[in-house]
């Protein structure tokens, strides 16, 4: 549904959204926009005598949000269920700024070094 | 009780009592600080995975063969409550490791599934990054067999070119590598060991070797393409304290596998590679098993009468 309102392009009515879903009752259809509605997904306008739906977010910024939610909720399981993800920082709960102020020194003079003492 | 029922139930109690005596054998070995000079990720691969591959062996090219050979197809025994007691060990330890697998490979499929419609970012030497917009500067390799690299887009924005790169390349050593699978088995691995401290531990320090191993990989020996990773490692880090969630869900305990041990030995000159582990050497010797263990089929039988008798 969220598909067909993404291509329109513009605010929809249920009678609009009935045409590409003919199989669904139009009560089923009115029923799941008014949901989303509520859910926050779907801004709602007046289109005349009947209401236009459309999306509230573009279809990245969507899947982005899914996304998003997706990897915070797999960071966030305990225990061993947060596996199957290879992290670039490990021990990172280990690590304060001081230390990190004095290991960023290190890559400093390291640049520095590799640089030479003509540049 | 029928012979196939005494059959499922004998391999089942000779993997749990096999699993159980090697788990705890193993756990024994490392609080003794025995395993102390393994480093390379695979050889702590192979310990972690050696009471369940062990066990599975022994039943399937010794237990099972001898009885088989041994046992008279219409005995009639009753189970006694050892047997039954190590059968159940078995199949708890069977299921919770089932139950590890499906829960983790469910997560994986859910954020490989999302993740094609992302906006994906692609290198010179053909990786794909997905960037995605997250308060936590994650950077990780998702999913089981179509894997596939997960950065938040604040990370990308903190490094450089040159950082963000070597970022890159160190999920690229993961999916070369095949880590997340590795991370599949080790979760899912059916035994006792998985619920000992020192099955965590071993996890722990595998992960770690794997990430330094990831970070050798990437940089090489070229000291600019080092020195670059330390430095993204750092800002990512940065990123991390910083975050509403900092240090959670990333961490890692035992010796030597720290950021700043990492970082320390990124900026030192590359070291000679540890000793190749002989994991093939190893695969082929267990292969001889089942031959070594043709002439002590009888008395394997002997002790399946008696494990199945015990407690009657």
Redesign the interface.
Known sequence: MLAVLWERGRAATVRHVHASFPQLAYTTLMTTLDRLYRKGVLRRCRLGRAFGYEPRCTRDEWLGQMMSGQVIDLLGACGDSSMLLSTLVQAVGHADAELLDELEALVHAERQRLKGPGT | MSFPTTLVLVLLASYGLCNLLLSVAVGALWRAGGFVPLKRADALLALRLLPAAVSALAVLTVVLPAFLLYEPAHADDKPGALLVVAAGLALLVIFDGIR?AV???R??R??VR??P???TEAFEDGAQV?L???S?????????WRQRI?AAHC?ADACDGEEFRQ?VA??TA?IDTR??LK??A??AVPDVLAWLPAGRAL?AQW??A??IE?DERASGAD??KR?AL?????K???L??AGP????????DGPG????Q???RL?APPAGGAPAFPGRRIATSALLVPLLAVPLYAFVHRVIEFLVAFGR
């Open positions: 590890r829960r983790a490979a997560a994986a859910a954020l999302s993740a419609s992302l906006r997905s995605v917009n997250l936590e500067p994650v950077v990780a390799v998702v999913g089981g997960v990370v970022v160190h999920e993961h880590d997340n991370l599949l080790l979760l996890n992960q770690a794997a990430e990831a000291p600019h020195v330390a430095s993204a490692l750092i990512v880090a940065r991390a304290i969630r900092s240090a959670r869900g990333v961490h890692a596998d720290g950021l700043e990492r970082i320390k900026l």
